[in-house]
């Protein structure tokens, strides 16, 4: 998964860009330098995953501050367990090390919400 992504949270103008973690060292290194993170676990054969993607993109470009990360459930396996992922796509959203939401499925208005949410706390 390489496109355009980059290291955590980095600020190109006005676009934040979304990072794809690597394994459970890099997510661990990534949430311990983002104080608020929003993680998509997704996978690249998922349908459902790749309709909401585009909007996962747009929420990184309106919110500055918040690390937006995609972990492939079959390329880090451990970090999808750690979170007890059992269905795609499965969003969480973290303040520092500790999950504050977490929403199931592709719903642009739950993660609109879940976004939110984790932006005022």
Do not use: Y
């Not at 600020?11 to 979304?18: A, C, E, N, P, S």
């Not at 690390?67 to 059992?86: Q, R, S």
């Amino acid at each position: 998964m390489q496109s355009i992504m980059r290291p955590a949270a980095r600020v190109l103008g006005r676009r934040t860009v979304i990072t794809a973690v690597q394994d459970a060292d890099h997510f661990q290194k990534l949430i311990s330098e983002s104080p608020k993170a929003v993680v998509q676990f997704t996978a690249g054969w998922c349908g459902p995953c790749k309709v909401i993607a585009p909007h996962f993109s747009k929420l990184s470009d309106a919110n500055e501050g918040i690390a937006f990360l995609k972990v492939d459930v079959d390329e880090c396996p451990d970090v999808a367990g750690d979170f007890n992922v059992t269905s795609i796509p499965h969003f969480v959203a973290l303040s520092g090390e500790t999950q504050t939401d977490t929403l199931f499925g592709a719903n642009a208005q739950g993660l609109d919400k879940l976004v939110s949410t984790l932006k005022s706390a």
